[in-house]
């Protein structure tokens, strides 16, 4: 019971209920028909029939009778995302001229992010379900991963371009020497407010990007370090937005990821190595409980069942 109540634990998709059940038969069959162990095999074939059965006809009424489909959900929260982290980049990029009050502007700017991030905590509700929703085509866990990285990548360059277009703002003359780099990074972004993403311009964008890195990476003024910080993050930026719209299209439609995207995608697996402990630790007043408890049925009602 406590080997699968710990597996149970760790395992964090609908597949755990397997150890589940594992655990109820347990207790409910080998504790109950201790004193009965030739009807044990009995009641445990018994009991795995009546759950496969349960099983299926659950499977059934949802994938057939009555379908709730999470991949359309997914997929319409994820373009709001980026129509609001569009809507963000277009507007600090278009502002690196302007020079509003600072205080006032640093607090709207953290209070849209703070609302960006909580992409990451839908992501992590749904990413354990998609794999499995009733869909002709349940998107690939890997590819899941995939997308909540882009967007955990994405989050930091937006706070970095924040960060860097500050200085462009405190530095005289840097913000209008790289305004078109931005209005063209913008252009790309919004693509006529478009939800698709042109990834072969995307790519044009990036050489465009390094070409101006390479021309300013022998300055050593402050403007010329700044514009140089701004230029790169904006690379990263437009590479992480393309690279999220492959991982979007990967769990929409399970299009083929490039092979360089797949091999980020095996290793996106969100890190769970404490999970073991941490389920050790929950299942310990159980097992502290069961050994209680069966000290005192030895010694009190082993023999006369009472």
Not at 235 to 260: F, M, N, Q, S
Request: proline letters at 5%; aromatic letters at 6%; one cysteine or more.
């Amino acid at each position: 019971i406590v080997i699968s109540a710990w597996a149970r634990g760790i395992d964090r998709t609908p597949t755990n209920y397997i150890w589940f059940s594992t655990g109820l038969t347990a207790g409910f069959i080998g504790l109950v028909d201790l004193q009965t162990p030739e009807k044990m095999f009995t009641y445990s074939t018994a009991r795995i029939a009546e759950i496969s059965v349960g099983i299926l006809v659950m499977a059934a009424v949802d994938s057939v009778i009555w379908p709730r489909h999470m991949k359309p959900g997914f997929l319409s929260d994820m373009r709001d995302w980026r129509k609001d982290a569009r809507e963000w980049m277009v507007e600090t990029l278009g502002n690196v001229e302007c020079r509003p009050p600072e205080p006032k502007r640093r607090k709207q700017v953290r209070d849209r992010l703070r609302k960006l991030t909580g992409a990451i905590a839908n992501l992590d509700a749904k990413a354990i379900q998609l794999p499995y929703d009733s869909v002709d085509a349940p998107p690939r866990r890997r590819d899941v991963h995939l997308g909540r990285l882009m967007v955990m990548r994405l989050i930091a360059d937006l706070a970095s371009i924040e960060e860097w277009a500050r200085a462009l703002r405190r530095t005289e003359g840097a913000g209008d020497r790289i305004k078109p780099l931005l209005d063209k990074v913008c252009s790309w972004v919004s693509n006529g407010d478009a939800p698709e993403v042109d990834r072969e311009a995307g790519d044009a964008l990036r050489e465009h990007l390094r070409d101006a890195e390479t021309a300013i990476a022998g300055r050593t003024d402050i403007a010329g370090l700044i514009e140089h910080g701004m230029i790169r993050r904006l690379d990263h930026l437009v590479g992480d937005w393309r690279d999220l719209d492959y991982a979007i299209g990967a769990i929409g439609t399970r299009e083929k990821l490039p092979d360089r995207l797949r091999a980020i995608a095996k290793d996106a697996r969100p890190t769970r190595s404490v999970d073991y402990l941490a389920s050790a630790r929950d299942v310990l007043p159980m097992l502290v409980a069961l050994i209680i408890s069966s000290t005192i049925y030895y010694l009190t009602a082993w023999s006369s069942g009472s």
